[in-house]
């Protein structure tokens, strides 16, 4: 269910207007180097509405081997032997404009891996764009969406980077950094790559705002880029961006993320 760094480059491309040739550092797995890609920032999407105000509601009480997973406003509740992924995605109009972000929940068929059940939702307001569900994955999905909250983030609870002391058990490394990797119920991602130019990068993002973090090659002296955090998430990209170091004698990291 933890997806690998390049989980959200198609978000950070469409945010941020990157290109290069990205890295896949997957928990455990061996590095992969994904086809050069190149690609202009799509047109501007239209200003969400906001959502109504209204009262902070208690996190739910999950039961054993249950995540919570958010991205922007949408949280959902997904069993962790279930099978189903909960992906980052953009949304396109069919006239090729990214119009938002979105949430791929997927799970693909035992008998045959290139077959799968999905359904595209807004992440913004929870809204269903697309479903495609099999028979035999119908009960599951069910109650997969019959979970969805559509709910601003309370940043005042929330986990570290928002709130709390780094949790180091949750440190990885990959691409001559060690990093943390916030938990899914902060709607907080990380991805990296290796941008052209510019060398390797890891970063964060929620959706609405992007830091990243790079290396000088000649001095390794970490470079920390904010200028894509908006006002309301700057202490808590802040946090995050602090808490990476580069790979060395004090930070030793392995060719693959732990």
């Known amino acids: 269910m933890n997806k690998p760094l390049l989980a959200v480059s198609a978000l950070l491309v469409a945010c941020i207007g990157t290109a290069g040739a990205y890295v896949i550092a997957s928990p455990g797995g061996e590095e992969?180097?994904?086809?050069?890609?190149?690609?202009?920032?799509?047109?501007?999407s239209p200003t969400p509405e906001p959502l109504p105000t209204v009262a902070p509601l208690p996190p739910p009480t999950l039961a054993p081997g249950v995540t919570l997973w958010r991205w922007v406003n949408v949280t959902l509740l997904i069993p962790d032997d279930s099978g189903v992924t909960f992906e980052h995605t953009v949304i396109y109009s069919t006239?090729?404009?990214?119009?938002?972000?979105?949430i791929d929940v997927e799970k693909a068929d035992a008998s045959d891996p290139q077959v799968s059940s999905h359904i595209l939702i807004d992440a913004q307001n929870g809204a269903?764009?697309?479903?495609?569900?099999?028979?035999?994955?119908?009960?599951?999905?069910?109650?997969?969406?019959?979970t969805l909250v559509v709910i601003t983030l309370d940043s005042s609870t929330a986990a570290w980077p928002y709130n709390g002391d780094p949790?180091?058990?949750?440190?990885?490394?990959?691409?001559?950094?060690?990093?943390?990797?916030?938990t899914p119920d902060t709607g907080l991602d990380?991805?990296?790559?290796?941008?052209?130019?510019?060398?390797?990068?890891?970063?964060?993002?929620?959706?609405?705002s992007g830091a990243t973090v790079s290396a000088k090659s000649d001095t390794?002296?970490?470079?920390?880029?904010?200028?894509?955090?908006?006002?309301?998430?700057?202490?808590?990209?802040q946090r995050w961006v602090d808490a990476v170091f580069p790979c060395n004698e004090g930070h030793p990291c392995s060719s693959v993320s732990q």
């Open 32 to 44: 992969e180097v994904v086809q050069q890609v190149e690609t202009a920032t799509p047109s501007a």
């Open 95 to 102: 006239a090729g404009e990214a119009v938002g972000q979105g």
């Open 128 to 146: 269903i764009f697309q479903e495609n569900v099999r028979d035999e994955h119908r009960a599951l999905f069910d109650a997969v969406i019959a």
């Open 167 to 182: 949790p180091e058990a949750r440190r990885e490394n990959s691409l001559e950094f060690s990093f943390i990797r916030p």
């Open 190 to 208: 990380v991805y990296g790559g290796i941008g052209d130019p510019g060398g390797a990068f890891v970063g964060i993002t929620n959706g609405r």
């Open 220 to 237: 390794a002296e970490l470079v920390k880029d904010l200028t894509h955090v908006s006002p309301e998430d700057m202490a808590t990209f």
